[in-house]
């Protein structure tokens, strides 16, 4: 321009002296002026370039910005001043009137904003350092031991107070803004914790995936803080680790993993928390009062952040939750080990396996919540699963994943335990074995009490799993559990009216056992199925408390399916067992009369006249005197229905398994019990083969029942136990949730010894044949009514002695059962004896005296034909062992005398026995008595009725009674 304007200037004179004057003058003022605008436009035109200069060099100085370097504050101040220069520029009088540097300006404006999104971008920076860095020490301590950089931090936050201060931000409250970033990257870290706990947890085997896991882990390493890429890499693992590898079980050392991280990220935050709270002590005297109010808000927003962190750690835990569960249905805790094993033979190293697992699940859980009112602060105390299952009202998403998945597991042992004890009982030859057969490594000498062996050897059992499961925990890279004390059952026992009952049960099944013979007590379907599923169950509620009260449930169905089997499986049917404990009662005789008619029994010859009414005496005959009897179908159970005297433990036996059978209900089909333990099929005449048989299904009926007797031995010393074991441990409140199988057991307790003594009494009657005795009876027939006396028995009392003595001596010869029940046994075949004799003769309708009479010949003869001198020479005449039981006393005989004679007794006197002695005899008995008192010529129809129902009510008065 300045050339331009030499060259017109020079072109300007030569015109000028061609023709100088005011117009050239004018030419020449017009060209300075052109000048003079042509230097300021150059001006402008630097200026501009040095803007752009700055602006740039402001937005690489931002960019570049790092808190670590030591002159980072120096370079804050640049770009400050930078900024300030590049303002001053752009708002200045060349450039403020240009317009096309408006839009430069905006650009300026939003420096400010740059600068602060790249201080938080620095801040999530530095908390991704610091929760990744590897914990140093013992948790609780925070920067200290993170070994990281503060002054880092400081630099950070110091530029962020300054930059609020001085610019204008857009929506830019530190307070928020930095607690914010803080709490999504934390976040953000919670999720990413998953993943690396997925990709390398504790003792981690190689792996058929290991390529596809260093892709994930690239993938990780790479991560971009997206966080729907983040769970899609979470999602992957799973699958793989959950799913895939399902058979290594990584679940709990993921878990473990996961806990252990998700503590150093709470401890992380916690560090930030911590340093503002110092900063705000440190910086209140140096600081002006602006600072202090927002270091202030900043410390109390960040603290305001550090619950959602909290609940965010607690939803990264539910996930991992939530996700095995999506997945833990397909293992199977339990296996046979073949097609040929054993019903007791299980495979339970699954089983042991997740167990362990779970406890550490457990545990590590725990641990972490523990943590809550250390994190938050005073007046934040944590509900640990514990405090929650106290509390029973709690809504934790995490209480409830993990009681989701122990029930699952505790379903899978019910399932199995029910399924391996109906197995056990259908395949169970009913032998009293050894409780020593326990614990095979069991090798010390026991004592011969009973419950001592039961608590040593079941001791021995639970301590056995206990040490597989802290093997397996080893093995599979789980920390170890916290010491404890090994099992001792023995601290348990409590010296209750109950455990004395037992006690004094158990002394009797081990009494009077020779030198050196271990005493035997319980079949195999105990010690090799109930007292190890026992073990399994006490185990799952020593390990996860969560479920203790299904865990009581689950033992009362287990013992429900054992003595509801051994009841049904003893008792034959559906209808005996309502029979023996009372819910039906057999059916009671009728007498109708019908105009000319008489009973076949009766009508063939004429009743003899009662004693007191003289051997010769003349009478005048009556039609419809006698009336014709009906009696009920022959039962043998009916032999053996309970008597109202017997109501009090009746009534228990009949509550208890009317519950059993409902709680089973659905279940158990307990139907096809009754044809696990059937009698042979009747002959003619009863061989000795075939008394054989039936003593040995009497052996198996009687160590069923008997039985029951250990196995409420080992509930009760198993719940004392454990609820001792649970207080200690635990505390009270989870004790209390095995309440309800205490109350059990103690039920169990108080019906045993009636249970034993229904079913060993149905058993012997059984086995004697009751129902052929009575018939036996009911075949003299005509021999009943013949009006002479009888020098020697019937025939039938030789044959049920012979019976009896066949039965003990093939008994006593096996030696399957314990010297105390075999003593048990008999009292109760003699007992049978005396049962079915006054069965038999309560059915015979009519009676002269002399047949009464030979009624009493016959049961004096039962009587001395089952005493020891009787049973021992004819034990020798079948070649058996000639050893007669010890019983010196046996009941029954009084009771069925004392029947006979009131046929004896004034007609009148008969009712008045009846109403005091009615407890004693069962319905059909009585009336037998009411029908031979109202049966004479000078009562009516009207009156023998009458009597009948007076009868019938005085019973059903007192049952009614009795119920209530």
Excluded at 252 to 278: M, N, T, W
Excluded at 490 to 501: C, F, N, R
Excluded at 681 to 687: F, I
Excluded at 736 to 758: A, D, G, M, Q
Aim: hydrophobic residues 40%; proline residues 3%; glycine residues 6%.
């Amino acid at each position: 321009l300045h050339q331009s304007a030499l060259e017109n200037s020079d072109h300007d004179t030569i015109e000028g002296e061609e023709g100088a004057g005011l117009l050239g003058q004018s030419l020449l003022l017009e060209l300075w002026q052109s000048r003079e605008e042509m230097s300021r436009l150059d001006d402008l035109l630097g200026q501009l370039n040095s803007m752009f200069e700055i602006e740039q060099e402001i937005i690489r100085r931002i960019d570049s910005f790092d808190a670590e370097q030591s002159s980072a504050m120096n370079e804050y101040r640049k770009v400050r001043e930078m900024a300030d220069q590049v303002n001053q520029l752009a708002s200045g009088p060349d450039l403020a009137l240009v317009s096309c540097v408006k839009e430069t300006r905006e650009r300026l404006s939003t420096l400010g904003n740059r600068f602060w999104d790249r201080l938080h971008h620095l801040l999530g920076n530095f908390v991704l350092r610091v929760c990744r860095r590897n914990p140093i020490g013992e948790f609780g301590n925070t920067r200290g031991t993170q070994n990281m950089n503060w002054t880092e931090y400081e630099r950070i936050i110091n530029a962020a107070m300054d930059l609020e201060h001085v610019e204008v931000l857009e929506n830019a409250v530190l307070a928020s803004s930095w607690s914010k970033t803080i709490l999504d990257t934390v976040s953000y870290e919670a999720l990413r914790c998953f993943a690396s706990a997925l990709l390398d947890p504790p003792g981690r085997s190689t792996s058929r995936y290991d390529l596809d896991l260093v892709q994930l882990s690239m993938e990780l390493i790479g991560d971009s803080g997206d966080q729907a890429k983040l769970r899609q890499t979470c999602h992957n693992l799973v699958t793989i680790r959950f799913d895939f590898e399902a058979e290594e079980f990584y679940f709990p050392r993921v878990y473990q993993g996961l806990c252990d991280r998700l503590q150093h990220i709470i401890q992380s935050a916690k560090a930030f928390s911590e340093f503002h709270q110092e900063n705000c002590v440190s910086r209140n005297n140096d600081a002006n009062d602006e600072d202090v109010a927002r270091l202030a808000a900043l410390s109390q927003a960040l603290n305001g952040a550090m619950e959602p962190i909290w609940d965010q750690c607690e939803k990264i835990l539910v996930l991992c939750l939530d996700e095995y569960l999506h997945f833990s249905g397909k293992r199977d805790l339990f296996s046979r080990p073949g097609e040929n094993s054993k019903a007791e033979d299980i495979n339970d190293s699954v089983w042991i396996q997740d167990l362990a697992g779970l406890e550490s699940v457990f545990e590590s859980t725990e641990t972490f919540l523990s943590r809550r009112s250390w994190f938050l602060g005073e007046g934040n105390e944590g509900l640990t699963f514990l405090s929650m299952l106290d509390s029973k009202t709690s809504e934790s998403q995490l209480f409830d994943r993990y009681s989701q998945i122990c029930h699952a597991h505790l379903r899978a042992v019910h399932v199995q335990a029910m399924t391996a004890t109906g197995r056990s009982l259908s395949k169970d030859s009913w032998v009293l074995g050894e409780v020593s057969s326990f614990d095979t490594n069991n090798n010390k000498q026991l004592a011969r009490d009973g419950i001592d062996i039961l608590t040593d050897s079941l001791d021995g059992v639970i301590n056995k799993y206990e040490d597989l499961l802290a093997a397996s925990r080893q093995e599979s890279g789980l920390r170890a559990p916290p010491a404890g004390e090994r099992w001792s059952l023995v601290a348990g026992k409590k010296e209750s009216s109950v455990w004395k009952t037992l006690s004094k049960d158990m002394q009797y099944l081990v009494s009077n056992v020779d030198d050196g013979e271990m005493p035997r007590f319980v079949p195999q379907s105990i010690s090799n199925g109930i007292a190890q599923w026992l073990s399994r169950l006490l185990l799952v509620a020593d390990k996860l408390p969560l479920v203790c009260e299904e865990i009581a449930a689950t033992l009362t169905n287990i013992f429900d399916l054992y003595i509801a089997t051994v009841f049904r499986m003893c008792s034959g049917s559906l209808k005996n067992e309502k029979i023996l404990v009372g819910l039906e009662r057999p059916s009671p005789l009728k007498a109708v009369f019908e105009d000319g008619r008489r009973s076949p029994l009766t009508s063939m010859r004429p009743s003899s006249p009662a004693i007191f009414g003289g051997f010769g005496k003349d009478r005048r005959r009556q039609k419809n005197v006698r009336p014709e009897i009906l009696l009920p179908p022959l039962r043998e159970v009916d032999i053996c229905a309970p008597l109202l005297k017997d109501e009090p433990t009746s009534f228990l036996l009949r509550i208890f398994l009317s519950r059993a059978r409902e709680n089973l209900h659905g279940i158990v089909n307990l139907d096809r019990v009754d044809s696990w333990l059937s009698d042979p099929a009747a002959e003619e005449s009863d061989s000795v083969e075939l008394i054989c048989t039936f003593a040995r299904t009497l052996e198996k009926r009687v160590a069923a029942a008997w039985s029951c007797i250990s196995l409420a031995c080992l509930g009760h010393l198993s719940i004392s136990a454990i609820s001792l074991r649970l207080e200690q441990k635990y505390g009270a409140h989870v004790k209390s949730n095995l309440e309800s199988f205490e109350r059990y057991i103690n039920s169990v307790t108080n019906v045993t010894r009636e249970l034993v003594e229904v079913l060993g009494q149905f058993a012997s009657v059984k086995a004697i044949g009751g129902k052929n005795v009575v018939s036996s009876i009911m075949t003299v027939g005509t021999v009943w009514e013949e009006c002479k006396l009888h020098e020697y028995p019937n025939d039938y009392v030789d044959n049920l002695c012979e019976r009896c003595a066949l039965l003990w001596g093939f008994v006593a010869a096996s030696g399957k059962l314990p010297k105390a029940v075999l003593e048990h046994c008999w009292k109760q075949i003699a007992h049978a004896g005396y049962l079915s004799m006054l069965e038999g003769f309560a059915r015979v309708p009519f009676c002269s005296t002399e047949g009464r009479a030979l009624m009493a010949l016959d049961l004096a003869s039962f009587s001395a034909g089952i005493k020891r001198s009787a049973l021992s020479e004819r034990l020798e005449k079948q070649s058996l062992p000639s050893v007669a039981p010890s019983v010196s006393h046996i009941d029954g005989m009084r009771m069925v005398d004392t029947y006979v004679k009131v046929f004896y007794y004034p007609k009148d006197e008969i009712p008045k026995w009846i109403k005091e002695n009615f407890r004693d005899y069962k319905l059909t008995q009585s009336m037998a008595l009411a029908t031979t008192a109202g049966a004479s010529e000078s009562v009516s129809e009207p009156h023998l009725q009458r009597l009948l129902n007076e009868v019938k009510e005085l019973y059903q008065y007192a049952e009614s009674t009795d119920e209530s």
